[in-house]
């Protein structure tokens, strides 16, 4: 029987951790990608004898998650393929300063990670999967920060509203044979460690923050991860490959 590809950046913690072990358990074939490897994922996929694949990544070099994605392609047996899918989910909110305090360095790490490797990554996926599987999908990982301006966070929510648009862009390519389903989720304010970040740095939004985690407001990983997911089998589901295309982020309430 075909089985389901999934490819996430980002595993080794937070939402993309929570949506590594949730497919893992639905015996769907994860790879996932991260700077370093969390251990307690690998035992967890070892002792449950799940299907999941390790690939160590720094997303600050495009070029090298170019070559790692290729890789991962060339590995997956297309005729054992019913589906792949790419989930481009990590991030960072550093630096989190003004933009005039942002090193040169600091500006193309961030931007890097935050939407020239999703852009990598997603060119990489729609060329090499182009004549093997008929079912494929791009997530990026969005961000109500993609809509709105906050001092502090002018690289994120820019790189944001890039990614946005590029899901926008890249979903009305998709008019050929064989189009590739491409959607944004907004999984809302969750709570992670660069939640933890953003409430501990010196910017406006920081208040903000703090009292959206003392109220209790900030969503849990596993239950976003069971949402997303949800909408993803939806998604493929209903699957028409006639270039259908969705232009809109989905929120994840």
């Not at 799940?50 to 998650?65: I, W």
């Not at 994120?156 to 890039?162: F, M």
């Amino acid at each position: 029987m075909a089985g389901n590809y999934y490819i996430i950046t980002g595993a080794s913690r937070g939402l993309g951790e929570s949506l590594t072990r949730r497919l893992l358990q639905e015996d769907h074939v994860v790879y996932g990608l991260s700077r370093t490897e969390n251990r307690e994922v690998a035992a967890f996929a070892r002792s449950g004898g799940f299907k999941y694949r390790y690939r160590p990544v720094d997303l600050a070099f495009p070029e090298e998650a170019s070559k790692v994605l290729h890789e991962i392609l060339s590995d997956i047996p297309s005729a054992e393929a019913g589906t792949i899918s790419l989930i481009n989910n990590a991030a960072t909110v550093s630096p989190l300063t003004d933009l005039s305090s942002c090193s040169d360095e600091d500006i193309v790490r961030n931007i890097n990670i935050n939407f020239t490797s999703p852009v990598v990554l997603q060119s990489t996926f729609l060329r090499m999967t182009s004549d093997s599987v008929k079912k494929r999908m791009v997530v990026n990982i969005t961000s109500a920060s993609a809509q709105f301006p906050a001092g502090g966070m002018s690289l994120y929510c820019s790189a944001k509203a890039g990614l946005d648009m590029l899901t926008k862009c890249a979903a009305l390519e998709q008019v050929g044979e064989n189009p590739v389903k491409i959607i944004a989720v907004d999984p809302g304010m969750m709570d992670t460690s660069m939640q933890s970040t953003a409430r501990e740095a010196n910017i406006g939004l920081s208040d903000y923050f703090k009292a959206q985690k003392l109220e209790g407001k900030l969503k849990g990983t596993d239950a976003v991860a069971k949402e997303i997911i949800s909408l993803l089998g939806r998604y493929l589901l209903e699957y028409r490959g006639d270039g259908e295309h969705i232009q809109k982020s989905n929120r994840i309430d």
